[in-house]
């Protein structure tokens, strides 16, 4: 079963910062959040992931809370292209062979 | 650098009928996974290799399903005989090793039974 909790969906304005946020209550101290999405008829994408400190990479930035309960995967202007299911993934690369477990994810519809 | 590569895209067959999908990683990705998507839920893994053995197919219908990556390369995943509830869309992604972050998916193959 995942171990994270998402929104089912939410919506957002081009142009504007999405801010998806996540809930991992029960991830341990060497566990990473990750963050992938999905865009329709593709194949998961790959878009940052960070371990205790915030992240940012050309795509998105990833805050994760001090006590690391939980996350928020932000995309400072958002585009009609950013329309996709987001998932947070809680993982260890190294455990369990890299096996992601993926949860329903929270579909994200970006509107003119 | 090319992307995971697979094939077919679409695929429709009569229930009881035999599938396979080809998959072919990253060229130096020794890990490779396969997943099922049923449309509205996420991914779920079936089975992953590293190298040309199997390190997981805990979730994979054996009575059905098998799979192989004979020389550490490219992958086949078959269905036999494939069920209604076999529709969904099977992703295959690889990694470059054990310790490396990041899985890279293909586009996936949408099969409906019909």
């Known amino acids: 079963d995942a171990k994270t909790t998402q929104p089912p969906s939410m919506d957002c304005a081009e142009g504007r910062a999405a801010n998806l946020p996540c809930n991992h209550s029960t991830i341990s101290g060497n566990e990473y959040v990750y963050w992938y999405r999905q865009i329709h008829s593709q194949g998961p994408q790959y878009i940052i992931h960070?371990?205790?400190n915030n992240e940012t990479n050309e795509m998105a930035s990833l805050i994760i809370t001090e006590d690391r309960k939980s996350s928020t995967l932000i995309l400072p202007h958002a585009t009609l292209r950013d329309t996709a299911v987001y998932y947070c993934i809680v993982y260890k690369p190294t455990d369990s062979w890299g096996k992601l477990q993926f949860g329903a994810g929270t579909q994200v519809v970006v509107t003119p | 650098e090319a992307g995971v590569a697979q094939s077919p895209r679409y695929k429709i067959i009569e229930k009881r009928q035999s599938v396979a999908f080809w998959c072919n990683p990253i060229?130096?990705?020794?890990?490779l996974y396969w997943y099922q998507q049923i449309l509205g839920q996420g991914p779920k893994l079936l089975i992953q290799?590293?190298?040309?053995?199997?390190?997981?197919d805990s979730q994979l219908p054996k009575d059905r399903f098998s799979a192989e990556r004979l020389k550490g390369v490219d992958s086949t995943l078959k269905i036999q005989p494939a069920k209604l509830e076999d529709s969904a869309v099977y992703l295959c992604?690889?990694?470059?090793?054990?310790?490396?972050?990041?899985?890279?998916f293909g586009p996936g193959t949408r099969l409906t039974v019909l």
């Open positions: 290799f590293q190298n040309n053995g199997v390190v997981d």
């Open positions: 992604a690889s990694r470059r090793g054990v310790m490396a972050d990041t899985q890279y």
């Open positions: 060229s130096g990705h020794a890990t």
């Open positions: 960070g371990l205790k």
